[in-house]
């Protein structure tokens, strides 16, 4: 027997322990898996290094030390690029404004100034075109701003042009600045005096206003360069290093340019500021605002990844408190009917003991008698290992049996020894809305006794296959129940009743491979249409001489 025995695949307690899929796809739990899995390990429960400076960052770059994770950040979608496209186009129209009201107006100016405009309109554009929901659904077709959001190097595309055509608006106009030397304004020394305090007199005297006018604006572009910087450090979620980059050569760029322009060197001489240019001077204080734009980018890049990860740790925090309420759940609906897990899981409890009352629910006791002569412990079936393994599959077998729709409205008590208890009708809440309460009587008492016979079959299949001579001896009886939960530290959902005793007895006092019942349930059956044989007076212990029944069945004959 014991090489067929050991063969067979059926479910062991705790198998499914290591099972990381438990919740998804097992349909009954072990209950030891609540000891390993109530209480969650200390480094758990949102313990991000106590809000430090997470580990995971690396210091200089900022970047994950997890590669994945760091490709995942890349990849995310950028949901309000287009606001930082509208902060870049709002500080374009503020240069621009300056520039008009306070610098000549001139082509390169205005060319200069209406080419960015309408570029950084066009992507400005491209960024907030969004497809609208239709009739509440979102379209399969995406609008540019959902391609230029999800698309991270159309977002990099975007925005160095922007940025470019944004710093070269800031200075583009002051190649179009061109005056003479002042040497050049009839200053000769034909015709003024040779000394120099005279002729610095006469050069004061001569030079036009307009001039004046013209090179007081030079502070103007470095004050429109600091704006194209700002603009830069409007793209918040663009990588501070690359914005450190882009600032650094538009800078440089800028600098340059103001540097070899007329207006700079007019404006060095009639100041005679020698020592330190004015380019200079602004390169040190856009420098200054580089620092400053750079600190605030890196924080921000701290703040945005620093929340990544929290996230992705919160995330993972949350599956597992749902595999918890998943396994929690299985587990009590392993030990408790379905709708009393719910109860307990959901509902506020009071502090009075839980419990059903119903008037008509079937009781049912399937027993194996000979399973007690089969037993035994010896070294060939290890010490009666073997025994209880095929006993477990016996009853693996009826609990499958169970997950059918057509008995779900069975619920099983426990079992003792070789014995199964199970019920039927214990429906909380449904049986006060029967409106034919013969109907629904007659219906309690049939599927569990098609549940019987479905018993019966199983374990003559398994006789088969184990080469045994395994008999159920089924006992059945209905009427009202209590029903309820008793025990704190290992609390077990049972019913009670006469209903139940007289359902126990009926067994006991039964026949092997007969289903014997009680004379009110035996008419029940017989209204159903199935055929009862009547066994007369019987003897039941603490109830005296009761008339029972047999329900005839298709293995009322196999021995």
């Known amino acids: 027997m014991t090489k067929y025995v050991e063969c067979w695949g059926a479910d062991r307690p705790f198998a499914n322990i290591a099972e990381s899929k438990l919740v998804k796809n097992i349909g009954l739990a072990s209950i030891a898996m609540i000891e390993s899995n109530l209480l969650p390990p200390e480094r758990k429960c949102f313990n991000f290094n106590c809000f430090g400076a997470p580990t995971e960052l690396k210091p200089l770059t900022m970047w994950y030390r997890n590669t994945p994770r760091e490709a995942m950040y890349r990849a ?9 496209v509208i902060c870049a186009f709002l500080l374009f129209i503020s240069m621009a404004a300056v520039q008009l009201i306070v610098l000549d107006v001139s082509i390169a100016l205005l060319g200069s100034l209406m080419t960015s405009c309408l570029s950084l309109a066009l992507f400005l554009y491209l ?31 975007i925005f160095v042009i922007v940025n470019i ?18 040497t050049d304004l009839n200053l000769n020394s034909s015709n003024y005096s040779t000394d120099s305090h005279f002729e610095n007199d006469m050069v004061s005297e001569v030079m036009p206003i307009l001039l004046y006018h013209r090179l007081e604006v030079a502070p103007i572009y470095l004050f429109c360069c600091a704006i194209s910087l700002a603009a830069v450090s409007a793209f918040l979620r ?20 103001l540097h070899f322009s007329d207006l700079y060197q007019q404006y060095n001489f009639l100041y005679m500021d020698y020592s330190l240019p004015l380019e200079v001077k602004g390169f040190l204080l856009l ?44 587990l009590l609906e392993n030990i408790l009917p379905a709708h009393v897990a719910t ?18 629910v079937a009781v049912m006791f399937a027993s194996i008698p000979n399973y007690k002569e089969f037993y035994d412990e010896t070294d060939v079936n290890k010490q009666g290992l073997e025994c209880l393994r095929l006993l477990n599959e016996i009853i693996c077998d009826f609990d499958k049996l169970l997950l059918k729709p057509k008995y779900s409205g069975i619920e099983k008590i426990k079992t003792i020894a070789s014995t199964y208890m199970c019920a039927s009708g214990l429906r909380p809440g449904k049986e006060e809305g029967a409106t034919d309460e013969k109907r629904t009587e007659e219906h309690t008492v049939v599927i569990l006794v098609e549940f019987a016979i479905a018993l019966m079959s199983i374990l003559d299949s398994i006789n088969r296959e184990s080469f045994q001579r395994f008999r159920l001896r089924i006992g059945l009886n209905h009427g009202p129940v209590i029903a309820g939960v008793i025990g704190a530290q290992k609390p077990q959902y049972d019913i009670w009743s006469n209903t139940v005793n007289v359902a126990s007895r009926m067994d006991s006092c039964g026949a092997m491979g007969r ?30 001489n009761l008339v029972t029944y047999f329900v005839k069945t298709p293995f009322d004959g196999k021995l």
């Not at 995310?76 to 930082?84: A, G, L, Q």
């Not at 663009?238 to 340019?257: E, N």
């Not at 349930?521 to 209204?527: G, S």
């Open 238 to 257: 663009s990588g501070f290093i690359l914005k450190l980059f882009i600032m650094l050569s538009s800078l440089i760029s800028q600098v340059v340019a």
């Open 127 to 157: 960024s907030n075109v969004q497809v609208p929901e239709v009739n509440g659904t979102v379209t399969e077709r995406n609008g540019t701003g959902q391609v230029v959001a999800s698309s991270r190097y159309l977002r990099l595309a």
């Open 165 to 182: 055509l944004v710093s070269v608006s800031a200075v583009f106009s002051v190649i179009d600045f061109s005056v003479g030397p002042v």
């Open 287 to 330: 420098l200054l605002v580089i620092a400053i734009l750079h600190t605030l980018d890196r924080q921000g890049e701290y703040v945005a990844r620093t929340d990544f990860l929290w996230k992705a740790k919160l995330k993972v925090e949350q599956e597992e408190v749902e595999t918890m309420r998943g396994i929690n759940k299985i």
């Open 343 to 360: 109860h307990f899981l959901h509902q506020e409890r009071s502090a009075e003991l839980y419990h059903e009352s119903y008037s008509c």
């Open 515 to 544: 289903l014997q019942t009680t004379e009110h349930t035996a008419k029940v059956l017989i209204a159903a249409g199935y055929e009862c044989e009547c066994r007369g007076l019987t003897y039941v212990k603490g109830k005296g």
């Open 76 to 84: 995310r979608p950028d949901t309000h690029f287009r606001y930082d």
